[in-house]
């Protein structure tokens, strides 16, 4: 008897045991091989934002469905699509989704896949059971591309290849007859430019008395008429 008990009680199932700090309502699990992942640290924050807006959409049976579509985003916040197009692509580039069908005009958006899941149902899919590798956002990600910077495309690069040397130099042309140093020498400027000493004039040149230039100023060389004579009287 208590052998058959015992049988019983190993063959019954472990019944599981709720954690003690478990959610109420619905939630979804994000596996921490994924936060620790070089997937996840090569993400922008942006980036795993839009992430966990895919993450929201999944129910346990729409891996391969969930989608960005600006019917959902908008409402939540995001506002611009040039800028979810972006995160999307960094997404993808690191394998952390992968996208299953591609949407247009009458196909409504684009339906991607979380990688770290498995994909149950393949109906509409543009992919198959064999192209879909689950976890392969544990690849090495793959180098990001050069960031576009501004004034950098190609009209504006073969508009500055256009451009003269001292141009692209960043440095003025200066003219042949301007100098960085003054050549007293060979320097082109005319003689009273520089300090040099004029030659003297003559020692009598223009009626000027050298030595008189000592005494005060010049004295003229022209004599006075004499005066009238007085008849020789004293």
Not at 56 to 80: D, I
Not at 199 to 210: M, T, W
Request: charged share 25%.
């Amino acid at each position: 008897m208590g052998t058959d008990l015992e049988a019983a009680k190993a063959g019954r199932k472990k019944k599981f045991k709720k954690p003690l700090e478990a959610p109420t309502g619905r939630y979804f699990a994000l596996p921490h091989a994924v936060i620790d992942s070089e997937a996840w640290r090569a993400c922008s924050p942006s980036a795993r934002a839009l992430l966990i807006e895919l993450c929201r959409q999944h129910s346990g049976s729409n891996n391969g469905r969930l989608h960005l579509s600006r019917v959902w985003l908008l409402p939540r916040g995001w506002k611009s699509p040039p800028l979810v197009n972006r995160l999307r692509d960094e997404l993808l580039r690191n394998r952390l989704i992968v996208q299953t069908r591609h949407g247009g005009l009458r196909n409504g958006p684009h339906w991607f896949a979380l990688t770290w899941l498995p994909v149950t149902d393949w109906r509409d899919l543009h992919i198959n059971q064999a192209e879909y590798a689950p976890g392969s956002y544990l690849l090495k990600p793959p180098p990001a591309p050069p960031k576009k910077q501004n004034g950098c495309t190609p009209h504006v690069q073969a508009k500055a290849a256009a451009r003269t040397a001292h141009v692209r130099e960043g440095k003025s042309p200066r003219t042949p007859h301007v100098r960085v140093e003054a050549d007293f020498e060979t320097s082109p400027r005319t003689p009273h430019g520089h300090n040099e000493s004029l030659p003297l004039p003559s020692e009598r040149s223009g009626g000027v008395d050298l030595e008189s230039l000592d005494a005060g100023g010049p004295k003229s060389t022209k004599r006075r008429p004499p005066t009238a004579s007085t008849g020789g009287l004293e």
